[in-house]
């Protein structure tokens, strides 16, 4: 298995160091960006005649949860990019299980607040259990109105990210027609009970296949079948010698790491903290965001 880089601020200053003054400077200007960015924000909440104008939906990011201290680290720095990305906009974590903040406590504090609206966007990969049932009843139990967004995948911008991970593991973009006609990629997924979750696994493998000109064969770590070790028998005996396993988790775990265990060749870091998958949250926002106010909660189309 290729672990994942670290990833260091070069303009940060290392733990212990003397802070230089070319340093002060960039820290100094770094705060007033910020208190540019915040008072650019509540301006942008007051109109012409001085009424206050409505606020943006909050954004509730909502993760699997995971016994693995590794994915939560990992969230909460995914959601820091999409702050990053959009200064101002509330950005909230919920859990459906295992971790803290659970989703219910979320939104109970949310209520608790004030907040007129906010948008759930799962960080989940296809449809399922969890984006048609859970996260719905979690938010028709509040008095917030609330949008359930569409889960992250399929999407273009996941492709990019598992393109991404899977040059960091020594994927090449340049390939011989000798190296090609023997390469090919599983794409391992958590997998599910729902057969739309399939449905939309099977079509980020063809997105992926379209990118890399190989085949992707999808495949599962738990629940349903093809197994990532079966899947990859199957390639072999089709003559694929090359055989990589791209990871399609969110972040690391146990099934992260047992698919990457399964890879003859190389496996590729979990999707993680890419900055597409920062921007295909704050896109998933804006997508159920701009839905016409009806039934609440409104599940977006994909």
């Known amino acids: 298995m290729t672990a994942s880089p670290t990833l260091y601020d070069e303009s940060a200053p290392r733990p212990g160091s003397p802070l230089t003054g070319g340093a002060h400077l960039d820290s100094t200007a770094h705060i007033m960006n910020r208190i540019s960015d915040q008072l650019t924000s509540q301006l942008g909440l007051v109109s012409l005649d001085g009424r206050r104008r409505p606020g943006a939906p909050a954004l509730v990011v909502v993760a699997h949860g995971s016994r693995d201290p590794r994915a939560l680290s ?20 919920g859990h459906i299980e295992l971790n803290e903040p ?25 449809r399922g259990y969890h984006v048609g049932r859970d996260i719905p009843e979690a938010a028709a139990a509040v008095s917030v109105d609330t949008r359930v967004a569409a ?12 393109h991404a991970r ?19 990629v599983v794409l391992a997924a958590a997998g599910s009970r729902d057969p739309d979750s399939a449905v939309d696994t099977r079509r980020t493998a063809q997105l992926l296949a379209a990118r890399l000109g190989v085949p992707v064969v999808p495949a599962y770590a738990t629940t349903t079948t093809p197994t990532v070790p079966t899947a990859v028998r199957a390639l072999t005996a089709r003559g ?26 190389i496996a590729s870091a ?4 890419h900055e597409a998958m920062a921007r295909l949250v704050l896109h998933r926002y804006d997508q159920a965001r701009a839905i016409p106010a009806g039934t609440r909660p409104h599940l977006a189309s994909a």
Do not use: N
């Not at 989703?103 to 990969?125: C, F, K, N, Q």
């Open 166 to 184: 899977l040059v960091e593991a020594g994927w090449s973009t340049r390939m011989t027609d000798a190296e090609r006609r023997g390469s090919a």
């Open 240 to 265: 694929r010698h090359r055989i990589a396993v791209a990871s399609y988790f969110t972040a690391p775990g146990r099934f992260a790491t047992e698919s990457a265990e399964a890879a003859p060749w």
């Open 270 to 273: 979990p999707l993680g903290t």
């Open 102 to 126: 659970l989703l219910a406590d979320t939104l109970a504090g949310l209520e608790a607040d004030g907040t007129a609206s906010a948008v759930l966007v799962p960080l989940l990969l296809s």
């Open 151 to 162: 889960p992250l995948g399929p999407h273009p911008l996941l492709v990019d990210t598992l």
């Open 74 to 93: 990992t969230v909460r720095t995914l959601l820091d990019r999409v702050r990053a990305l959009r200064p101002g906009l509330p950005v909230h974590l």
